[in-house]
């Protein structure tokens, strides 16, 4: 069974630093894109980035660009989200998700059950 | 301001039938297929339908999913009250290279 564990939310202040991790396990790890998706509190999804398997393509939405870096340990079947000089504005709960690729098509299955990543002084 | 545009809310009473609708631009919905997330009260988010129409195994036969040019539409029929959960559309879009998701639609069981 493919499970998602996200680790590494906590309160931090603006314009500090945070890494989240998602332990994988379950299929084979270097085969699989991965994603990043966060929800603030009371809102939707935002997708946040994307990685391929082998960590060479990544993929950031504007809103962090610059700012955080995914990457991945494959030895490790490990995810990361590196995020520098946080907002408030980053505040959510952060969803790790597994790419499925066919046909030239993706969606995200499954889901990790998040970690909080709260920004505030 | 999300980039798909879903309405914020929708009800039906057990047994009826609802849609929630989807609408995007020819960067997105227009020239990638739809997939869609149900995500029930306190829980991740879990995937409901994928390439526009395809159930994963589990989903039930109730849930089902159309696209026509720019827009795309979740239909459930036979409602539940286990139904009851927040609707996300998400689609690849080509001009800002990432995903994209709709606002979510909120679905209330009456």
């Known amino acids: 069974e493919v499970h998602l564990l996200e680790s590494g939310g906590g309160l931090v202040q603006p314009g500090g630093s945070l890494r989240l991790s998602c332990a994988a396990s379950?299929?084979?790890?270097?085969?699989?894109?991965m994603n990043w998706v966060r929800q603030a509190p009371g809102k939707g999804l935002e997708w946040v980035s994307t990685?391929?398997?082998?960590?060479?393509?990544?993929y950031y939405a504007d809103s962090v660009k610059g700012r955080f870096t995914i990457s991945r340990d494959n030895s490790r079947n490990t995810l990361y989200l590196h995020m520098n000089r946080l907002r408030a504005e980053d505040t959510a709960v952060y969803y790790c998700?597994?790419?499925?690729?066919?046909?030239?098509?993706?969606?995200?299955?499954?889901w990790g059950q998040g970690t909080l990543v709260t920004v505030s002084s | 301001q999300s980039v798909l545009t879903q309405p914020p809310s929708a009800s039906g009473t057990p047994g009826q039938r609802v849609t929630i609708s989807c609408s995007g631009s020819?960067?997105?919905?227009?020239?990638?297929?739809v997939n869609w997330y149900q995500q029930l009260p306190g829980t991740a988010p879990k995937l409901l339908i994928y390439?526009?129409?395809e159930r994963p195994s589990g989903v039930p036969d109730r849930f089902s999913g159309s696209k026509s040019g720019t827009s795309a539409s979740l239909a459930i029929s036979g409602l539940q009250s286990e139904d009851e959960a927040d609707y996300y559309c998400?689609?690849?879009?080509?001009?800002?290279?990432?995903?994209?998701f709709g606002g979510g639609t909120k679905l209330t069981v009456l």
């Open positions: 998700a597994k790419a499925i690729a066919a046909a030239g098509w993706e969606w995200f299955d499954p």
């Open positions: 379950g299929f084979t790890f270097s085969s699989s894109a």
């Open positions: 990685i391929s398997g082998s960590g060479g393509s990544t």
């Open positions: 020819s960067s997105n919905i227009g020239s990638n297929t």
């Open positions: 390439t526009n129409n």
């Open positions: 998400a689609a690849w879009d080509d001009s800002l290279n990432g995903w994209v």
